[in-house]
């Protein structure tokens, strides 16, 4: 699901996709009774920096006060972006670059990456006592995430400095060392290195700008 102008949404309607995003499913009561749904979903989300658009942009003079920016981006509430995995932030294509032929690295060579990093996780998290109970990652059940998202000292202190600095929550932490463990697979590396973790810290970049 892709949701453009984020924080434009009432927050409400934010709000209730917290358990869905958490959890997977959905869980709707009414007077006569309380049903459960499957909701398992990719959400993929894009705002504006500032309400006109320009906070940090290096050409043109940002027009909102601190007080807007602010308010702006307070619209999304931190417990929702504790649930989002990346934080991308996406600086504007410069004229030459539209215009080039440079091509980036090909479709069919990620897609291999990809499926190769799939294959791995399955493998790994496949069958736990008989019971398949995850195919990636960012599925892992608590009882599996201690044994296969250890790291080392290294990165250990890293996170730790973030965690500190950007004031982030134990769900921040789980998922960034989830992320730093998709980052492993995909590299092919059976332990997680203090590089995947510093990386998966900088896919979170909207809790880096919520510290301003």
Not at 35 to 48: D, E, G, I, Q
Not at 57 to 69: A, F, L, M
Not at 113 to 136: C, M, P
């Amino acid at each position: 699901m892709f949701l453009d102008e984020l924080p434009e949404f009432k927050r409400g309607t934010l709000e209730v996709m917290r358990q869905p995003l958490e959890d997977g499913k959905v869980t709707i009561s009414r007077a006569a009774g309380t049903l459960t749904f499957p909701s398992r979903f990719m959400l993929v989300a894009a705002m504006n920096p500032c309400p006109c658009g320009y906070y940090g942009d290096p050409k043109r003079e940002c027009r909102c006060s601190p007080r807007q920016v602010e308010t702006y981006r307070q619209r999304i509430s931190g417990p929702l972006l504790d649930r989002i995995d990346l934080h991308i932030e996406v600086p504007q294509v410069e004229y030459r670059d539209l215009k080039g032929g440079a091509t980036g690295e090909p479709s069919e060579a990620i897609r291999a990456r990809v499926e190769a990093a799939r294959s791995i996780q399955k493998e790994r998290f496949g069958t736990y006592k008989g019971k398949v109970v995850s195919k990636t990652n960012s599925s892992l059940p608590p009882k599996l995430f201690q044994q296969h998202c250890q790291i080392d000292r290294e990165g250990s202190s890293m996170l730790e400095q973030a965690m500190n600095e950007m004031h982030l929550s134990a769900r921040a932490h789980d998922r960034i060392l989830k992320v730093a463990r998709t980052l492993a697979d995909l590299a092919g590396m059976e332990q997680i290195a203090a590089n995947h973790v510093l990386e998966a810290i900088q896919f979170r970049s909207l809790d880096r700008r919520m510290q301003w």
